[in-house]
């Protein structure tokens, strides 16, 4: 089965954090794809760890890399953006989550989160499956 990942569990195959063997484990559960946003979300991630001074400069340089591998498919933001703005409006909530959002609705794919506030949205959206990891 396709599985949706959005950044809050893909962030954590290359930062070492609680329930980081979680999320590796979803890597070997189906094809996985997500919204091309999901880069700039693991570069911000990545660029929060490095000023945090949890991981140095060279190993996220390598980390943002190695962290789109497990992806099947990237699927541009242009292709969702107008569902995913419309779920912003609807859910009120902000429209980053909403591309996962949108994708997992199109292609009928389960959205595998560690992100709380998005968590938040299950008993909201009923177009798409939401997992917490």
């Excluded at 809050?8 to 195959?13: C, I, R, T």
């Excluded at 979803?26 to 949890?54: C, M, T």
């Excluded at 996962?100 to 506030?117: H, N």
Aim: charged fraction near 25%.
């Amino acid at each position: 089965m396709t599985l949706v990942v959005d950044a809050s569990v893909a962030a954590l195959w290359v930062l070492k954090q609680q329930q980081s063997e979680n999320a590796v484990a979803v890597r070997h559960e189906g094809p996985l794809i997500a919204p091309s946003l999901i880069a700039a979300e693991i570069g911000s991630a990545l660029w929060k760890a490095v000023a945090r001074d949890n991981i140095a400069r060279n190993d996220a340089l390598i980390a943002i890399r190695d962290a789109l591998l497990p992806f099947e498919a990237l699927v541009p933001m242009e292709d969702l953006r107008i569902r995913a703005l419309e779920l912003a409006i609807e859910l009120k909530h902000p429209i980053y989550d909403c591309f996962y959002l949108a994708l997992a609705e199109r292609e009928r794919a389960p959205l595998i989160t560690a992100d709380k506030r998005l968590l938040g949205l299950r008993r909201k959206m009923k177009s798409a499956e939401i997992r917490p990891l």
